[in-house]
């Protein structure tokens, strides 16, 4: 198993996916995160882009001695003028990762809320809160954590409203067993996979 294939399977990016496939970035989106965001690609990845287009690919640098990474310089020379993907296919690990965002602690992964990303914030937290309802918890226990997760969701929808004027955005982590459990609560909706084999370059 090669490096890329090591990463995707300790952040679980097929469960990511799997997610991903119900939602679409928005026109008004603007593409904020590729043109303002941190995009981090591996040594594989650069060297594939190198050979898609050299001369875009000048615009990675690479982060050694410090990181084994390289670093697309924002806005990304591979976004379209219409603001979609110029390689989508192709697309590095971090940009199809994306409203979730790898963190350190290796049990959890980040999600931001981008117009997409809070979505999903709000999905998850409905989840969340409909297996709170059906526990044995005290009521009172369970009122406080509803109460608690419509905060979060409100706190998100504040964070979204002037997202593309941040540099930063608040993350909820999300622990990788809920997120496996969270992926098949979608599937079981029968929603229409409306970013599976779709042409968005």
Same mark, same amino acid.
């Given at each position: 198993?090669?490096?890329?294939? !090591?990463?995707?399977?300790?952040?679980? $990016?097929?469960?990511?996916?799997?997610?991903?496939? %119900? $939602?679409? @970035?928005?026109? *008004? @989106?603007?593409?904020?995160?590729?043109?303002? &965001?941190?995009?981090?690609?591996?040594?594989?990845?650069?060297?594939?882009? #190198?050979?898609?287009?050299? =001369?875009?690919? /000048?615009?990675?640098?690479? *982060?050694?001695?410090?990181?084994?990474?390289? +670093?697309?310089?924002?806005?990304?020379?591979?976004?379209?003028?219409?603001?979609? @993907? &110029?390689? %989508?296919?192709?697309?590095?690990?971090?940009?199809?990762? $994306?409203?979730?965002?790898?963190?350190?602690?290796?049990?959890?992964? &980040?999600?931001?809320? @981008?117009?997409?990303?809070?979505?999903?914030? +709000?999905?998850?937290?409905?989840?969340?809160? !409909?297996?709170?309802?059906?526990?044995?918890?005290?009521?009172?226990? /369970?009122?406080?954590?509803?109460?608690?997760?419509?905060?979060?969701? *409100? #706190? $998100?929808?504040?964070?979204? !409203?002037?997202?593309?004027? /941040?540099?930063?955005?608040?993350?909820?982590?999300?622990?990788?067993? =809920?997120?496996?459990?969270?992926?098949?609560?979608?599937? !079981? /909706?029968?929603?229409?996979?409306?970013?599976?084999?779709?042409?968005?370059?």
């Amino acid at each position: 198993m090669n490096m890329i294939e !090591s990463v995707k399977k300790a952040i679980h $990016y097929n469960t990511i996916q799997n997610i991903l496939q %119900y $939602y679409i @970035c928005p026109e *008004e @989106c603007e593409a904020h995160c590729c043109k303002n &965001g941190q995009i981090h690609i591996f040594e594989e990845e650069y060297m594939n882009f #190198s050979l898609i287009d050299p =001369e875009k690919a /000048k615009r990675i640098q690479s *982060e050694m001695p410090a990181s084994p990474l390289y +670093r697309i310089e924002t806005p990304c020379s591979f976004l379209k003028p219409h603001d979609r @993907c &110029g390689i %989508y296919y192709q697309r590095p690990i971090v940009c199809a990762l $994306y409203p979730f965002k790898v963190n350190t602690s290796g049990n959890s992964i &980040g999600l931001q809320p @981008c117009p997409v990303g809070f979505l999903i914030i +709000r999905e998850f937290a409905l989840w969340i809160i !409909s297996n709170i309802s059906n526990t044995n918890l005290p009521d009172d226990e /369970k009122a406080k954590y509803i109460a608690d997760w419509e905060k979060t969701v *409100e #706190s $998100y929808a504040e964070e979204l !409203s002037g997202f593309h004027m /941040k540099n930063t955005l608040k993350e909820i982590q999300i622990p990788f067993d =809920e997120l496996e459990m969270f992926s098949i609560y979608m599937a !079981s /909706k029968n929603l229409p996979k409306i970013n599976s084999g779709l042409d968005l370059g």
